[in-house]
T-cell receptor, first 114, second 112 residues
């Protein structure tokens, strides 16, 4: 597609439920990144994919968070047993390679845990 | 710990004047710096970048200045336009990592 697509755009879930967030990167982009932005904070790095492998998972806040990427394309971020502190905007970005020369971000998924 | 700091949460500038957005960093390993612009309900969009081997990079109305000794960079927008009203994020990376370290952003309002 023309841009990075994320779904859903908004998600409200009850504390303790699992959620899945989806990212469709730009076709041909091999690098994919997940970030999140909590209220009043900057963007926080979560995980990086090169192709289907994740060489850097250092930003995942806990073992409740996991992510996968299949076919070198779509990525899913899963949060198990959601907590209120997980509420944030989750942003996906892709780039042609990992040279950090300006990602293209999606519009994000706003997650609210009630 | 916040390695990239934008100490001004907001800035208001008159149309036609210069907007100066500032950013400080603490990690001396950072060697590449970027500015992103974000409108409400949209993802950040890449604006301009600078490598640590340079001290200035210009692209149209946007210029980024880097002072490595002070660990400081700034984004100048001249002349400012109402459409520039957005949140501006400073980001930095090091050659050894893939992640960008972002500041908390500065909300710029350009008034007519």
């Amino acid at each position: 597609g023309a841009g990075v697509s994320q779904s859903p755009s908004n998600k409200v879930t009850e504390k303790g439920k699992d959620v899945e967030l989806r990212c469709d990167p730009i076709s041909g982009h091999t690098a994919l990144y997940w970030y999140r932005q909590s209220l009043g904070q900057g963007l926080e790095f979560l995980i990086y994919f090169q192709g289907n492998s994740a060489p850097d998972k250092s930003g995942l806040p806990s073992d409740r968070f996991s992510a996968e990427r299949t076919g070198g394309s779509v990525s899913t971020l899963t949060i198990q047993r959601t907590q209120q502190e997980d509420s944030a905007v989750y942003l996906c970005a892709s780039s042609y390679d990992n040279t950090n020369y300006g990602y293209t971000f999606g519009s994000g998924t706003r997650l609210t845990v009630v | 710990d916040q390695q990239v700091k934008q100490n001004s949460p907001s800035l208001s500038v008159q149309e036609g004047r210069i907007s100066i957005l500032n950013c400080d960093y603490t990690n001396s390993m950072f060697d590449y710096f970027l500015w992103y612009k974000k409108y409400p309900a949209e993802g950040p969009t890449f604006l301009i970048s600078i490598s640590s081997i340079k001290d200035k990079n210009e692209d149209g109305r946007f210029t980024v200045f880097l002072n490595k000794s002070a660990k400081h960079l700034s984004l100048h927008i001249v002349p400012s336009q109402p459409g520039d009203s957005a949140v501006y994020f400073c980001a930095a990376s090091s050659n050894s990592g893939y992640a960008l370290n972002f500041g908390k952003g500065t909300s710029l309002l350009v008034t007519p």
